[in-house]
């Protein structure tokens, strides 16, 4: 999925500062540890902006560049915070071939968000995912983590109300 | 504390009357009567049926026979589509899309007054035909279940209950009474070949990474970077059954000579991974990992590393530079991962399935195995079925089924009375099988003849309504999104692919493109890694 570094300002605390030093600190001298250690932060801030990305640099030493690299190679990890409302429908191949092409569409229409990003506020999030491996429901979408299955078009602006 | 193999067996003995009554037995350990299984897999997680566990207990305790009914929560039982699943035992009654709100008549009828709840019990598609339990259902009858064989009938975070069904027996008769080269002969006899897609012959890859044992540094890995979209199989069986894969690995350890191991996971699976996790950390204080397993000089540790979704990462030299903590990007070969693997030393890495298989074969016997499927492919392949399919979910079938078997009588057919018009296998990178050849045995060879591939195993059903160019676009989508970028023909070659079928979708295609396409993909194939 694409990907833009963030316009959303950082506003990172002093306690997740020290929660990512632990966690460096954990990894040190482990091999093949960015990963985790990537993985680890987003958990902490939601996301990997680029303040994140410079301090585990300075940490660790490896430079922010490659960093980077790693950060915009994978799927999972977030250059933009999510929204409140963070939406992601499934445009796995089961889900697709049910019509999860049409129901990412009518979410973006309801939100009024671009698919792939985050509306100025904050509020609402739209993200297309890879398959999340509830087939057996599909087409899928997942608000905050809660799933919902067996969709039709028609079934999306009374689902997206409940969070509006 | 397990350290000797008479200990296991012991174990074996004392944990067997957890699961007897799940094969029908009548035995009950104390006051128990029945027990209640409820699927904990993914696709019935999503539809509720954590919310059921909640209800059962809370009714049972209501009623005040809350010890005497076992509630289990299982990995997949295979028919995603209509959960949630919940089998009661020892009748085997197959409740299907169970919903909170029922719970107080089934256990009233059922779990109090014997009484079955036809009207919530699942029923067959097809006529009037009432499946009374799982082997009489056709979802299950045509199967025969090897890599899932504890998938749906244990508790995946009960060590207990895998030992109870033979766990662990296959790694003590390994360090016991073979040698090393004995482990692989008898995989290599067996005829398994890599199940994540390639076929190549697992025994084979052991062989070449087997060289100088105790002199270098070797580890053994797993693909669990399940990539393909619509395929759960690995998934299911991480979450069904987590000790066949670490006692595999084990086993490969021991085969070649590592005494370390890494699971490459999707971050995507947040369930499989907190079972693998609590299944490696039982294994261990049970002493079946660590130092000297059963006393012998093995030891064997074990690690789970997450993905972060990236396709290419499914490709062996990708996910291994995964691991090492770089971008996914693969490497060419030679050097093969058995000479030049993780961190630069000899490694063995096997998919998810294939794992779930060894320790059978080592109990069983390489005849045992090779018994079942083609002349070429031996064994069982477990597909991940969706789309446009009645019994959307998980099957396992003996190599050499025909797909109109898998489609119609294990499937239950194409819903709404549509026509099949295609299979989509091996993911982004496959093909599809078209109606035409719809009675083809689905083996490796079988597939690649007709322009297919096996693939890991997901098995998209498309029918009448489904457009084919826009498939083709969607994959190829897809194909762009995820090209990690190093080789230029795939990078810009799939770019240029996705534009003409743009154009075509669009309605200004032109017959030439089709050539061009080909053209192309030929290109593209031959020059990339």
Known sequence: MKKKLTTVDFRGTKEQEEKLLAVIKKYAGVKGAMMPILQEAQDIYGYLPYEVQKKISDETGVPVEEIYGIASFYAQFKLNPNGEVAVAVCLGTACYVKGSGDIIEECSRVLNVPIGSTSSDGKYSLEATRCIGACGLAPVLTINGEVYGRLTKDDIAGILAKYM | ?529
């Open chain 2, 1 to 529: 504390m397990i350290s000797t193999v008479e200990q296991l067996k012991a174990a074996r003995q004392a944990y067997a009357i957890q699961v007897e009554m799940r094969a029908g037995s009548d035995k009950s350990e104390g006051k128990i009567r029945k027990h209640v299984l409820i699927c904990g897999g993914t696709g019935c997680t999503s539809s509720g049926s954590p919310a059921l566990r909640e209800t059962l207990e809370k009714v049972l305790e209501e009623k005040g026979i809350a010890d005497e009914i076992k509630i289990v929560t299982t990995g997949c039982f295979g028919l995603c589509a209509l959960g949630p699943v919940m089998i009661v035992y020892p009748e085997g009654t197959f409740y299907s899309m169970v919903k909170p709100e029922d719970i107080a008549t089934i256990v009233d009828s059922h779990l109090i007054g014997n009484v079955p709840v036809e009207s919530l019990q699942f029923h067959e598609m097809t006529g009037d035909h009432h499946a009374s339990g799982l082997s009489d259902m056709t979802f299950y009858k045509k199967q025969h279940r090897v890599a899932l064989r504890n998938c749906g009938v244990i508790d995946p975070l009960n060590i207990q209950e895998y030992i109870a069904r033979d766990g662990y027996l296959a790694l003590a008769k390994v360090l016991t009474e073979m040698t090393p080269d004995e482990v692989i002969q008898t995989v290599l006899d067996s005829g398994l070949r890599g199940r994540g897609g390639g076929g190549f012959p697992t025994g084979l890859k052991w062989k070449f990474a087997s060289n100088n044992r105790g002199q270098v540094k070797k580890y053994v890995a797993c693909n669990a970077d399940e990539g393909d979209p619509g395929a759960f199989m690995d998934r299911s069986v991480l979450e069904g059954d987590p000790h066949a894969v670490i006692e595999a690995m084990a086993i490969a350890g021991y085969a070649i000579g590592a005494d370390e191991g890494y699971v490459y996971v999707r971050a995507e699976y947040p369930i499989a991974i907190e079972r693998l996790q609590a299944a490696i950390d039982q294994a261990k204080e049970e002493g079946l990992l660590g130092e000297k397993i059963f006393g012998t000089d093995f030891s064997f540790d074990l690690k789970i590393r997450l993905g972060a979704g990236a396709f290419v990462c499914g490709e062996e030299t990708a996910l291994m530079t995964s691991i090492e903590g770089h971008r996914g990007e693969p490497r060419p070969r030679p050097p093969f991962p058995a000479v030049k693997g993780l961190f630069g030393q000899p490694t063995v890495l096997n998919n998810v399935e294939t794992y779930a298989n060894i320790p059978q074969i080592l109990l069983h016997g390489a005849d045992w195995f090779a018994s079942m499927g083609t002349e070429k492919s031996k064994g069982t392949k477990v597909f991940a079925i969706g789309g446009k399919i009645v019994n959307t979910g998980l099957l396992e079938v003996p190599m050499g089924t025909t797909l109109r078997e898998v489609i119609y009588e294990i499937g239950g057919g194409i819903p709404n009375g549509k026509q099949f018009k295609a299979a989509q296998t091996g993911g982004p990178s496959g093909g599809c099988i078209p109606a035409s050849l719809i009675d083809t045995p689905i083996d490796y060879d079988n597939l690649t003849a007709i322009g297919c591939m096996m693939g890991s195993g997901g098995l998209i059903v498309m029918d009448e309504d489904n457009c084919m160019v826009d498939i083709a676009r969607f994959f190829l989508d897809f194909t762009v999104d995820e090209s990690c970028g190093k080789c230029t023909p795939c990078r810009v070659g799939t770019r240029r692919l996705l534009e003409i079928l743009d154009k075509i979708i669009a309605g200004k295609g032109e017959r030439e493109d089709l050539d061009r396409m080909e053209e192309m993909c030929q290109y593209i194939k031959s020059a990339s890694l």
